[in-house]
């Protein structure tokens, strides 16, 4: 069970910071032109 | 079916044979749950680039359109976890896999998502320096590569195995030049198409496909954005193929099964 909640939290995790460091990312290189 | 050792010319001698056998349905499918993904970034770069400078004032529709394209992601994630295991089925027969490639493991599936999530957020993270693409996409294919290995739920397991399979450096990185070549490849050919299918188009009475060329044309950043997307689509069945077989080659090498099939095949012959 702690396997099946560390991956399916560290997924979750891992996928809201990247659709923030896609936002991020894509507003930097906009600002940039 | 090891026929040769591993080698990046035998990894992609043997994806095209797997790619031509699981091509119905089953590329079809990953076809299909991908567009969705490509549909969405076609979305936000386009957004990205409309906006401008002005982009830090429009947070909130970034932010949305970024949260869709993750929900696309997750579904085009199931489509590559079928596919892999239907190229994975079909290099061990040799034959068109049936609806066994359905049945994906679920631990296999979580560690696939965890690892490929890592994937995504370090293609973004370094998509300024000019690196993300390139470090997102050998990640994200030893990702796919080492999907069935994930027999139990867990953290580590799937990024020791993404560590273990990426010591094959040299093969991994001559891939990704490979399918880079391949890309500028299908770019050329998805345009060729599109614009060889409008101009049979016109050729039709009462079809005035004239004014497409104003929509067709590489000034028009929509279309542009397309044929790149169309571009990933079409090397993405190969590109899995390739990552499966690389470590189903390079795990069949550092257990000697390799050798057991050649024996085997020398003692029959």
Same mark, same amino acid.
Request: include cysteine; charge should be positive; hydrophobic fraction near 55%.
């Given at each position: 069970v702690g396997g099946w909640i560390a991956v399916i939290a560290a997924s979750m995790v891992i996928l809201f910071f990247s659709t923030r460091f896609m936002v991020w990312s894509g507003v930097l290189l906009a600002g940039l032109r | 079916? *090891? %026929? &040769?050792?591993?080698?990046?010319?035998?990894?992609?001698?043997?994806?095209?044979?797997?790619?031509?056998?699981?091509?119905?349905?089953w590329a079809a499918l990953l076809l299909a749950t991908s567009i969705p993904y490509r549909f969405m970034q076609i979305v936000f770069a386009d957004r990205l680039i409309e906006l401008g400078s002005k982009a830090t004032q429009y947070g909130?529709?970034? %932010?949305?359109?970024?949260?869709?394209?993750? &929900?696309?992601?997750?579904?085009?994630?199931? $489509?590559r976890a *079928?596919?892999? %295991?239907?190229?994975?089925?079909?290099?061990?027969? $040799?034959?068109?896999? $049936?609806?066994?490639?359905? %049945?994906v493991p679920l631990t296999a599936f979580a560690g696939y998502v965890f690892v490929a999530s890592i994937a995504e957020a370090a293609t973004y993270l370094l998509f300024v320096t000019g690196l $993300?693409?390139?470090?997102?996409?050998?990640?994200?294919?030893?990702a796919i590569g080492t999907i069935e290995l994930n027999t139990e739920p867990g953290i580590r397991g799937p990024l020791r195995r993404l560590a273990h399979f990426g010591g094959s450096s040299r093969i991994v990185a001559s891939l990704a030049l490979v399918f880079f070549c391949a890309?500028?490849?299908?770019?050329?050919?998805?345009?060729?198409?599109?614009?060889? *299918?409008?101009?049979?188009?016109?050729?039709?009475g009462g079809w005035d496909a004239a004014r497409w060329h104003v929509l067709l044309s590489i000034h028009n950043r929509r279309y542009v954005l397309t044929i790149i997307a169309g571009a990933l689509l079409v090397i993405e069945p190969f590109w899995i193929a390739a990552n499966v077989l690389l470590v189903r080659k390079a795990g069949a090498a550092q257990t000697g099964d390799d050798l057991r099939v050649w024996f085997e095949e020398l003692q029959r012959s």
């Open positions: - | 079916l *090891i %026929r &040769a050792p591993l080698s990046t010319t035998s990894v992609l001698d043997e994806s095209a044979a797997v790619v031509r056998a699981t091509v119905s349905p909130d529709v970034l %932010r949305t359109t970024a949260d869709i394209t993750c &929900a696309a992601f997750l579904l085009s994630l199931v $489509g *079928i596919y892999a %295991r239907a190229c994975r089925l079909a290099s061990e027969s $040799g034959a068109a896999p $049936g609806r066994e490639a359905l %049945r $993300g693409i390139a470090f997102g996409a050998v990640l994200s294919g030893l890309f500028i490849v299908a770019l050329l050919n998805v345009a060729t198409l599109i614009s060889g *299918i409008f101009a049979l188009a016109s050729t039709v």
